[in-house]
């Protein structure tokens, strides 16, 4: 028996990745110098497939890194003047938001409880705040921001940069980048690849802004800076010697995704997520965990289980039936389960996983 | 017509890289949860079969970074509390002290022209010195620090950290971890491995030298500090998703060397050597880069092109034979190739090689 992996972590792989790979191999992707036309080439196309699958326009930067979580430090370093805010309903946005303060900034912090989105109505930003954080889809939790909200905010706070963590939404998101400054992600989630690659997408208004903080003699840090990253870039080329088979593979999975039509794959997740949020709905013993329908996510679909029964059965109910699924993070553990909806998982997938909950 | 690549970037696969992928694939290390327990395995085997593979001592940690390069800014941060010293010949060696300075620390530069090696009768480190810095094997020009040179400046400084960018010449070089206090490397080199991983192995001392830097208030990074790292390390996992296939290729190469054997792998390094250098000495229009036989590199070796030759045309010589090799580095291109000497490279391509040198 195959397993299925909907885990919200890392993925069941797109199911071209492999034949990817093998050509990858064949086309001595991982053998040849970083510094050669045949890599730039490479790192020109992936640029290029990233930006049409996702609607980036063409006056934005997009550079590399090792994970997500390097491009939290790298934006508190270059793109945070003096105070950010931070809107924290998990374990991500939370985590974003020490890293900002670690490096020294003011922060504001606009809480919710685990499972609740934002009411802007209540929010009131800081009048000093010069960045805001937003996580897009909180892996932890299954909350989204509704992409309006961030529009409103934007019209709110013209000059604060905007950065979005799209970590769990990509390739899903359909967002107006001249609406944000900034999104980031990373591959081994909705893009089904193998992990150890981060995407930094950003504006020249990031740029600026680095300019002005360096101007004040603070260190952005070394051979990841902004500068650095986007000199480099501006070649069709990184830093250090980089994961050039990750890159390769996002470039083509892009394409594969393109290809299939980005309206297609958006529509099919919407499907998939009404279908499983159906099930639930319909199950005695199971309740949506964000009770808010304008926040539900529909990348990572978080379940609460009632008492009485144990999210860890149910676990355990599917994995013997091959389909793999993330437990509830931290406190939750005990009561939900994680169902990731990515492009890699089929109508198929969900049609079987649909009909296993409804006999559990 | 095979290309193979004998190049002292990345080079040429491990010849089981490819078969170790295609299993990590069939057996999902990169789909399965970096939280896990058969991600704790993988990890656990790869740090063992590296220790195993280079002697390194029970009681030395193994991390993992995104490239040596980010190793660099990790011991700036984490490990000089005010002074270092870095033995300078080349562009990496170059690098290394201009990130100590970018995180402003204060340095002394112990210089010596491109394809010369250090003599540690002309040397004197400042007595204020608390860490130093050694290529043990300098990429650009071929110059080699012989170990035995090492063990004299541990004696002499017993209280100073003495790191080791050890990025081309792992897994030939055998050193006695005791006598140093870190070493790291990068898999896209000497190991054969696609790129995208750094490799940063530290003793206690390093780890009680960022406590005491710590106290005094500064900030030693982010997600990748040595304390983040070594938490994660102690649970035999990351602080961010990692390059899971790096790290489980990484451990199934080392594998196969020690199986090999370490002393046969290095046998086969020297003689090797010995026959290309062979070549250069007899030829006419051939010459050691680096003159010195006691700092002459085994693992990259440069090779001038004397005038009335064009090293470009070398180059393209044996890339029409299907031999791909380096490009002299930096202000030395044009009189220079470079060619690497890695357990991936046969005896066989190194005799065709030798011919092929001969008759140019």
């Known amino acids: 028996m195959k397993n299925y992996h909907l885990t919200a972590g890392p993925s069941e792989l797109y199911f071209t990745v492999e034949q990817h790979i093998q050509q990858a191999l064949k086309e001595n992707i991982a053998v040849v110098s970083h510094r050669s036309a045949a ?74 409880p685990l499972g609740e989105g934002f009411n802007l109505n209540e929010v009131d930003i800081d009048k000093d ?3 805001i954080a937003i996580t897009q889809n909180e892996t932890s939790t299954g ?67 680095a300019k002005e903080i360096k101007a004040t003699g603070r260190h952005l840090g070394g051979y990841h800076d902004i500068f650095t990253l986007l000199k480099n870039a501006s070649k069709n080329m990184t830093p250090a010697t980089p994961n050039a088979l990750g890159l390769y593979t996002l470039g083509k999975v892009s394409e594969d ?42 990348t990572v679909i978080v379940i609460d289980v009632k008492e009485g029964r144990s999210a860890k059965d149910l676990m355990t109910y599917l994995s013997d039936k091959g389909l793999i699924v993330s437990s509830g993070y931290g406190a939750n553990k005990a009561t939900q389960i994680r169902i990731a909806n990515f492009p890699t998982h089929s109508k198929e997938l969900y049609f079987q996983l649909v009909d296993l909950i409804e006999a559990w």
Not at 91 to 104: K, T, Y
Not at 186 to 207: D, R, T, Y
């Open 39 to 112: 890599f730039q080439d490479m790192f020109g196309f992936t640029v290029s497939q990233v930006k049409e699958m996702l609607g980036v326009p063409a006056d934005f930067h997009v550079v590399f890194t090792g994970s997500a979580t390097e491009v939290w430090e790298r934006l508190a370093q270059n793109c945070i003047t003096k105070k950010s805010a931070h809107f924290v309903n998990g374990s991500f946005s939370e985590r974003f938001h020490a890293f900002a303060e670690a490096w020294g900034m003011e922060t504001q912090k606009i809480e919710k």
């Open 129 to 131: 705040v010069d960045f």
């Open 143 to 209: 909350v989204q921001f509704p992409v309006e909200d961030i529009y409103s905010l934007r019209k709110e706070h013209p000059n604060a940069i905007i950065a979005i963590d799209a970590v769990s939404s990509v390739p899903y998101l359909n967002i107006d980048f001249n609406q944000i400054d900034s999104l980031f992600f990373s591959v081994q989630k909705g893009m089904g690849l193998p992990a150890g690659l981060g995407v930094w997408i950003f504006n020249e208004k990031c740029v600026d802004r």
């Open 257 to 298: 995704l393109i290809r299939r039509d980005m309206d297609i794959v958006r529509s099919e997740t919407d499907y998939k997520a009404a279908l499983l949020y159906g099930a639930v709905n319909a199950h005695k013993d199971l309740d949506y965990a964000v009770k808010e329908e304008r926040v539900r996510s529909k």
